[in-house]
Each structure stands twice: as C-alpha cells, then as structure tokens.
C-alpha cells in the first residue's frame, strides 16, 4: 500500500495481484480484510501456517538458557519481521483516522503484539531475574515499545540505519534496559511455549 490505505483501492490491489476485482472482493469482502489477511502473512512469514510463537525461532528463543542470547536471537528474529510489516503498520496507522474497523483492527494486534512480547519477557524470566526486579508486565511492554512497528520506521527510514545496524541496536537496547550486569546462563530447565503468560 505504497499510497497509503485512503489512496488504495480494491481495484488496485485486484490489478497488483493481476486477478479482477470481483475476485478480491469474493475473497476478502472488504479493504479491512485484506490488511488483516496481509498483515498476517506478514508476521507468520514463510514458515506460513505454522503459527508465530510455534516456528523454529522462537521456539528456538525459549529454549535458549542464557538470556543475553535470547535477547540476541529476538532482535534477529523480530528484525525480520518488522521488515515486511513495519510498512503496513504504517498504512494502519494513517488508514485508523478514516477507518474505525481499520483502528479497531490496529488496537487488536498491538494487543496481541503484547501478548507475545510477555511470552518473550517470561521466557527470559525463566532464566535468571531482569535488572530492578523488573516485573513481568513491565518487561514485556519495555520490549513492545523498543521493537515497536514505530521505532523500526523511525530508525530505518528516517535516520537511514540498515538492518543490521537495527538489529545490533534493539538487542544491545533490550540488553541494556532489562538485564542486570551480572546476568548470566543458569542451569534452569527450558520453558515450554508461552511461558510467563
């Protein structure tokens, strides 16, 4: 949606995809819909339909006993994904003004974002205390905001930082705001899926 959600119209996208629009709309119904469906191809990738918190990264992620590794292998992984979704985070953005079912779209996957990033923070939890006894609501919502949709544009765009340069950014921030210096591998058993939800 390089015109923005206002600017792009059913018949746009039908020619992008280069069906015909009775086709987009007896697929999706309606604009709302195929951000939504976009959306979520966008974060699921191409491990698709395996969902997220299930695929080989972050089962990877929770499994990890050292936490500045998983911070690590987060920031890797996150970073991918906020390549191909960032943007359409954007169009959401500008598209929840006119669109209450575009906004109310939007409130729902950053709640769901939410949700994930206490599954992250309660897997790095499982390893060790975080910097202040910093509680588990408080990580998560530290880690929602650094790796935000937001932060990625910001940092990407606008002050031109490459992916890896983002990436070396977000785990050395994450690092910083919620491990303590002497944050060390433990010996704990590895979480199962979800922990600290």
Same mark, same amino acid.
């Given at each position: 949606?390089?015109?923005?959600?206002?600017?792009?119209?059913?018949?746009?996208?039908?020619?992008?995809?280069?069906?015909? =629009?009775?086709?987009?709309?007896?697929?999706?119904?309606? &604009?709302? &819909?195929?951000?939504?469906?976009?959306?979520?191809?966008?974060?699921?990738?191409?491990?698709?339909? =395996?969902?997220?918190?299930?695929?080989?990264?972050?089962?990877?992620?929770?499994?990890?006993?050292?936490?500045?590794?998983?911070?690590?292998?987060?920031?890797? +992984?996150?970073?991918?994904?906020?390549?191909?979704?960032?943007?359409?985070? +954007?169009?959401?953005?500008? +598209?929840?003004?006119?669109?209450?079912?575009?906004?109310?779209?939007?409130?729902?996957?950053?709640?769901?974002?939410?949700?994930?990033?206490?599954?992250?923070?309660?897997?790095?939890?499982?390893?060790?205390?975080?910097?202040?006894?910093?509680?588990?609501?408080?990580?998560? &919502?530290?880690?929602?905001?650094?790796?935000?949709?937001?932060?990625?544009?910001?940092?990407?765009?606008?002050? +031109?930082?490459?992916?890896? =340069?983002?990436?070396?950014?977000?785990?050395?921030?994450?690092?910083?705001?919620?491990?303590?210096?002497?944050?060390?591998?433990?010996?704990?058993?590895?979480? =199962?899926?979800?922990?600290?939800?």
């Amino acid at each position: 949606m390089t015109r923005g959600y206002a600017g792009t119209t059913m018949e746009a996208i039908a020619r992008e995809a280069d069906v015909a =629009t009775i086709t987009v709309y007896s697929t999706f119904s309606s &604009k709302p &819909k195929v951000v939504e469906a976009a959306i979520h191809a966008a974060v699921v990738g191409p491990e698709a339909p =395996t969902p997220l918190l299930e695929q080989r990264g972050p089962q990877a992620v929770f499994q990890e006993r050292d936490q500045r590794r998983q911070i690590s292998m987060f920031a890797a +992984g996150i970073g991918e994904i906020m390549e191909r979704v960032a943007p359409l985070f +954007g169009a959401m953005r500008t +598209g929840a003004d006119a669109d209450p079912i575009i906004a109310s779209l939007r409130h729902d996957l950053l709640a769901r974002r939410l949700d994930g990033m206490r599954a992250f923070a309660g897997a790095v939890m499982h390893n060790g205390p975080l910097r202040d006894d910093m509680s588990l609501e408080e990580a998560a &919502k530290t880690v929602w905001a650094l790796s935000s949709p937001d932060m990625h544009q910001l940092l990407r765009l606008e002050l +031109g930082w490459d992916q890896k =340069t983002y990436v070396g950014w977000l785990g050395q921030t994450l690092a910083a705001a919620l491990l303590s210096d002497r944050s060390t591998a433990t010996k704990a058993q590895p979480p =199962t899926r979800g922990a600290g939800r």
